[in-house]
């Protein structure tokens, strides 16, 4: 991608290295190891968890996955952070390489903004973006803990998208998901989630899980919830500021992205086969297919996976 052009957004509030507040304790205890003995397993966990974003009963759901821990947005006990986002924190890059992904992020988040922005307003609506929170080792949010091990995440209680950017490296080694914009599907994944829980689909799809209990199955509401964030994104990669930013194959970095982070692929890597009965996101052909309906899609209707027949 080339992003001389594109805004960097300011809705960030820099935790690394402590910063920004909010942080458990300040760089927080060790990384957990994603590598090494039973590195692939953890790396599926990880996987698992990304781009699950959730509803306002995110600790319900990552507990379904064995993830976060700490108080949940229901406990009572969270006291939420204040900070307000002041953008990037240029003196918490370690190295160059740091930097220029810390740049990457932002100008992804206001790329998005600025497509969200436009399109609600086309629609007579005000778009309200979600605030990124950058961190290293761990944090704290409503919804649990966020660490290296929980994977970027969408926390519907605080708005905001909580994202350690290491995880990108796990993604590029542990399962060959390489690519600047594999990166920046990983945000417009999360900021998708944002965008159901503003017009409400997010909240909707949490009350009839707890209703119905269809939080896994190959044709479960999370499923659906899931394809439909991954349509989002196409969206976004297809209709925003971004398109003009493109190099070759980078399309194919995002669709790559999109495949590796398939239930189906993740639990054959994991044990060997698969178990639909308890997919969360979907197969690696599903979220390619609606990334790519989004991706050749002019509005929200053409990523209607709750009516479609077929995922």
Same mark, same amino acid.
């Given at each position: ?36 003995r039973g590195g ?84 007579? !609506?005000?778009?309200?973006?979600? &605030?990124?929170? @950058? ?8 919804? /649990?803990? +966020? %660490? #290296? ?57 949490s009350r009839a ?27 976004? !990669?297809?209709?925003?500021?971004? &398109?003009?930013? @493109? ?8 669709? /790559?992205? +999109? %495949? #590796? ?51």
């Amino acid at each position: 991608m080339r992003l001389d052009d594109i805004r960097r957004s300011s809705n960030i509030e820099d935790r690394r290295g402590g910063g920004g507040g909010g942080s458990s304790g300040g760089g927080g205890g060790p990384r957990l190891p994603l590598r090494g003995r039973g590195g692939i397993a953890m790396i599926v966990v990880v996987l698992l968890l990304v781009f699950f974003g959730g509803g306002d009963t995110m600790g319900t759901l990552m507990s379904i996955l064995g993830a976060g821990s700490g108080p949940s947005s229901q406990s009572g006990g969270f006291q939420a952070d204040t900070t307000s986002p002041k953008g990037l924190d240029q003196p918490a890059n370690s190295s160059r390489g740091e930097a220029e992904t810390a740049d990457r992020v932002a100008a992804v988040l206001g790329s998005n903004e600025d497509f969200w922005t436009a399109h609600f307003a086309k629609n007579g !609506a005000t778009y309200t973006p979600a &605030t990124l929170v @950058l961190f290293d080792n761990q944090t704290s949010s409503p919804c /649990g803990t +966020a %660490s #290296a091990s929980t994977g970027p995440f969408y926390c519907p209680s605080d708005k905001k998208i909580y994202l350690d950017m290491s995880f990108f490296e796990e993604m590029d080694r542990g399962l060959g998901a390489k690519g600047d914009f594999a990166q920046a599907y990983v945000i417009a994944h999360e900021v998708a989630h944002h965008v159901q829980d503003v017009t409400g689909i997010l909240p909707k799809a949490s009350r009839a899980m707890r209703q119905q209990g269809q939080s896994k199955g190959a044709d479960s509401i999370s499923v659906r919830l899931e394809l439909q964030a991954d349509c989002y994104a196409g969206l976004w !990669a297809g209709q925003s500021n971004i &398109t003009a930013a @493109l190099e070759s194959g980078d399309i194919e970095e995002a669709l /790559g992205a +999109a %495949s #590796a982070v398939g239930d189906d692929r993740l639990q054959k890597r994991a044990q060997g086969f698969a178990v639909p009965d308890s997919f969360t996101h979907g197969t690696s052909a599903q979220r390619m297919t609606w990334f790519k309906k989004g991706l050749g899609s002019g509005d929200l209707r053409g990523c209607d996976t709750f009516s479609a027949r077929d995922l």
